[in-house]
């Protein structure tokens, strides 16, 4: 018998919203009648952009032709996609090359490959609660440790982020090689200030350490002083990696596509001490392990940059941004301390009377029939909240807060 990657072995058996549908599904069994509203998952409800639509609509015709049909493209995207995300970024000042953007099929699939190109040696620092996928691809390559009693790994560093320090994370205690953050946040709804991530940013130039930054929810940023990207803060160029992503500002959750920023400044070592560019090794894995991104779907993505998909994606967004108004409002208004959801679609709320997450999170499914998800699923620091998702529809978000 052959032996498998025994750090597959190290991780906890059940996946978070597994867990979620496993209680909700036999709740609702007891309960056939109960009128139960989701507002746990982070997937969106509405339906794409009409110019993604139609762009896509036209790419599919494309195929039907021998002169215009598609096959396999270039691994990294289409020139006119990376070249429309560069135009994009040069409207908050920041200027990249065509080369330094690479399409894919989600920023999950970026986030959770990107430990390909790090040496498993890398000591990782992530905030706490954190978006899972950074944990468990970590933990997958090895550089985890194993998952201690307390719900921690042993090797990784924790930044918690709690009402205590207003969820701004301090830096990290000990040396650290990678630093993932995520802002605005999954699952807090908080985000950085420019000059708090220029403290991230002053401190990785200092010490030599990467930032990984998922900026999956920037188009949720309403406040002036919230960076959209790291490279706002000029000197990130040669010290971070940025995530980005279709589904929550386009609702591409099931079309698929998100690109990820190596700037060709970031550099680092190999094991003789010669110098690399990750944008090189990047390109090197995603050549050898992916084949691009479907034209189709690029070509849908194309749209949101066009002044019609600028209009719609607003459009969505606000309305997300509306149902997050209508939760934090009410939850202030019954009591809650509650954070997020001015500048990211989720709202944070403490957990009353110092329960549970799994404790409040089974008094909301079974006394008010609404779905949320434990703050401690999300890490030990996430113990004591809940997160509320806005991404549903309005009439379910009323009704949903009508039962506060
Ligand atoms: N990053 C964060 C923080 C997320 O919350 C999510 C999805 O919920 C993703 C990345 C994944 O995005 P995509 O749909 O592009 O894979």
Same mark, same amino acid.
């Given at each position: 018998m052959i032996s498998v990657n025994d750090n597959f072995l190290k991780l906890p058996g059940s996946y978070l919203f597994t867990e979620i549908a496993h209680r909700v599904a036999a709740y609702k069994e007891g309960n056939p009648q109960a009128q139960v509203i989701k507002m746990g998952i982070g997937d969106v409800t509405l339906p794409l952009p009409a110019a993604c639509i139609m762009e896509m609509q036209k790419a599919i015709c494309e195929m039907a032709h021998k002169e215009s049909f598609h096959g396999y493209g270039p691994e990294q995207g289409y020139e006119f996609l990376r070249q429309a995300i560069s135009d994009d970024y040069k409207q908050n000042g920041v200027s990249l090359a065509v080369d330094e953007i690479f399409v894919s099929d989600g920023s999950k699939s970026d986030c959770g490959n990107i430990?390909?190109?790090?040496?498993?040696s890398c000591k990782v620092a992530l905030t706490d609660p954190v978006y899972p996928v950074y944990v468990d691809t970590n933990a997958m390559a090895g550089r985890a440790g194993d998952l201690l009693p307390n719900g921690q790994w042993s090797n990784l560093v924790y930044m918690p982020v709690t009402a205590a320090n207003d969820f701004v994370p301090e830096l990290p205690k000990e040396p650290v090689d990678l630093i993932y953050l995520c802002f605005p946040n999954n699952p807090t709804g908080t985000t950085l200030t420019k000059s708090q991530l220029k403290v991230f940013v002053d401190y990785a130039h200092k010490t030599g350490a990467l930032i990984l930054f998922?900026?999956?929810?920037?188009?949720? =940023?309403?406040?002036?002083?919230?960076?959209?990207? =790291?490279?706002? =803060?000029?000197?990130?160029?040669?010290?971070a990696i940025e995530f980005r992503s279709f589904s929550k500002n386009a609702g591409f959750t099931g079309t698929r596509c998100g690109f990820t920023v190596i700037p060709h400044d970031v550099k680092a070592k190999g094991a003789k001490g010669e110098v690399v560019e990750l944008n090189k090794l990047w390109l090197r894995r995603q050549c050898t392990k992916f084949n691009g991104t479907p034209y189709i779907i690029q070509r849908g993505a194309v749209a949101v940059y066009t002044p019609e998909g600028k209009a719609q994606v607003r459009q969505l967004v606000d309305y997300y941004l509306g149902n997050a108004k209508v939760i934090r409002e009410s939850l202030l208004k019954a009591g809650f301390a509650v954070y997020g959801g001015v500048n990211g679609p989720y709202i944070w709320a403490k957990t009353p009377d110092n329960q549970t997450s799994w404790e409040f999170f089974d008094y909301l499914l079974k006394e008010k029939n609404i779905v949320t998800t434990p703050g401690v699923g999300f890490g030990p620091s996430g113990e004591g909240y809940i997160r509320f998702s806005s991404l549903g529809s309005r009439e379910n978000t009323i009704e949903a807060m009508r039962r506060f």
């Open positions: 430990g390909d190109i790090f040496s498993n998922d900026a999956a929810y920037e188009a949720f =940023i309403t406040e002036k002083d919230v960076p959209h990207s =790291i490279f706002e =803060i000029p000197e990130a160029r040669d010290c």
